[in-house]
């Protein structure tokens, strides 16, 4: 369970907080409590983050993210976009985040995100792996708040390597075995999809 994710979501997630050039005392909001998102609060955590913020709108992955390094958890069904980003502002004073992270895969809450960010922050997009991906920002914003933003898909062999390196170093601090939440037989193919798709589970393993 602890290796089966390490060559997407593990290795993923390394390149991602790379990118985010996540350093000690940052402050980090991750957007999406996903498989790549609770790696994602564990890195950073690792790297020496200061507080990681998580936001999703499924109860069990907000109280999964808290095995995973995150301090403080929202959920963003119970809020508006205005009400997250001054909650978010609020846990880090006294201008916003150091790093965004959208590992959710929905356009829609980029501008909360960027929002959400110091002057001089940093945005690193994660999630959004499907074409036609649209969203609209006020340029403006983005140039006079001197905000970077990136984009990650998939990573560098090396990343692989640090994302093995990464899961055996803190396989006691974080419970990597929890990722891997259900098992399906080939019979059971249609259901484990289905599964994926409604969010249920956060990676579903085929045993043969």
Same mark, same amino acid.
């Given at each position: 369970?602890?290796?089966?994710? =390490? $060559?997407?979501? &593990?290795?993923?997630?390394?390149?991602?907080?790379?990118?985010?050039? +996540?350093?000690?005392?940052?402050?980090?909001?991750?957007?999406?409590?996903?498989?790549?998102? =609770?790696?994602?609060?564990?890195?950073?955590?690792?790297?020496?983050?200061?507080?990681?913020?998580?936001?999703?709108?499924?109860?069990?992955?907000?109280?999964?993210?808290?095995?995973?390094?995150?301090?403080?958890?929202?959920?963003?069904?119970?809020?508006?976009?205005?009400?997250?980003?001054?909650?978010?502002?609020?846990?880090?004073?006294?201008?916003?985040?150091?790093?965004?992270?959208?590992?959710?895969?929905?356009?829609?809450? +980029?501008? &909360?995100?960027?929002?959400?960010?110091?002057?001089?922050?940093?945005?690193?997009?994660?999630?959004?792996? $499907?074409?036609? &991906?649209?969203?609209?920002?006020?340029? $403006?914003?983005?140039?006079?708040?001197? +905000?970077?933003?990136?984009?990650?898909?998939?990573?560098?062999?090396?990343? =692989?390597?640090?994302?093995?390196?990464?899961?055996?170093?803190?396989?006691?601090?974080?419970?990597?075995?929890?990722?891997?939440?259900?098992?399906?037989? =080939?019979?059971?193919?249609?259901?484990?999809?289905?599964?994926?798709?409604?969010?249920?589970?956060?990676?579903?393993? +085929?045993?043969?």
């Amino acid at each position: 369970e602890e290796a089966t994710p =390490l $060559n997407c979501g &593990a290795a993923t997630m390394v390149s991602v907080t790379e990118a985010g050039e +996540i350093d000690v005392g940052d402050t980090v909001v991750v957007q999406g409590l996903g498989l790549l998102g =609770l790696y994602g609060c564990a890195i950073a955590k690792a790297r020496g983050a200061r507080k990681v913020i998580g936001l999703d709108a499924v109860p069990d992955r907000l109280e999964l993210a808290a095995k995973f390094g995150c301090d403080v958890t929202f959920d963003v069904s119970k809020l508006s976009d205005e009400q997250l980003v001054a909650a978010v502002r609020a846990e880090c004073p006294p201008d916003g985040a150091d790093v965004g992270i959208e590992v959710c895969g929905l356009p829609s809450v +980029i501008p &909360a995100g960027l929002k959400m960010l110091r002057v001089g922050g940093r945005y690193v997009l994660g999630g959004l792996v $499907n074409p036609n &991906a649209m969203f609209t920002v006020d340029g $403006n914003e983005i140039l006079r708040r001197w +905000i970077t933003i990136r984009g990650v898909h998939n990573y560098h062999p090396r990343h =692989l390597v640090q994302a093995l390196d990464f899961v055996m170093a803190n396989r006691d601090r974080f419970p990597f075995k929890d990722l891997v939440d259900s098992k399906f037989t =080939l019979d059971q193919l249609d259901e484990a999809f289905a599964r994926a798709a409604d969010r249920s589970v956060l990676r579903a393993a +085929i045993v043969p």
